[in-house]
């Protein structure tokens, strides 16, 4: 148990937490009991690393869908330039946006890039001018509409061992 006011440092991974997300990369629907069996360790070990990988943030569970697919028709990325002295109060504010569903900030110093969904045009030009740029310090948006998916894999294994 953590005590009051200490600083909490995150366990490393190791060749078992690798090997299981290697596996959950393949098939996020195996079980606990699959990767114990596949690994050789008991399921109860399994379930204790992988409640930590995703308490500390190392994977995700999900479902990954196509939007594209489920009736979003506009799906992109936007590269927002901003004014780096407002950097965390734009952040902040962007991370409101149901739309933005992925944010990074960039090498560029300047830019945050996103990627959108939304299921009109109307709703684009809503997020774009409306939310967006509505955002003090932000200096302008450029849009690139995807129009198909060519390759989305989420299979890469871990660079840590």
């Not at 606990?32 to 596949?38: D, G, L, R, S």
């Not at 939310?131 to 989420?154: L, Q, S, V």
Request: hydrophobic share 40%.
């Amino acid at each position: 148990m953590q005590k009051k006011g200490t600083t909490y440092k995150k366990k490393k991974i190791d060749g078992i937490d690798c090997k299981m997300i290697e596996l959950l990369q393949k098939d996020g629907r195996i079980s606990n009991t699959e990767i114990a069996k596949k690994i050789g360790i008991s399921e109860g070990t399994v379930r204790t690393r992988l409640n930590r990988l995703i308490k500390e943030d190392y994977i995700q569970i999900v479902a990954v869908s196509n939007p594209m697919k489920l009736g979003f028709d506009i799906v992109g990325n936007i590269r927002i330039h901003v004014d780096i002295k407002k950097m965390d109060i734009i952040i902040k504010e962007l991370k409101k946006l149901k739309e933005l569903w992925f944010l990074v900030h960039t090498t560029d110093g300047t830019c945050i890039d996103s990627e959108f969904i939304v299921k009109s045009l109307d709703e684009l030009n809503v997020l774009i001018f409306k939310k967006i740029n509505a955002i003090d310090g932000i200096m302008r948006a450029e849009t690139t509409i995807f129009m198909k998916y060519i390759k989305r894999k989420y299979n890469w294994g871990t660079a840590l061992e």
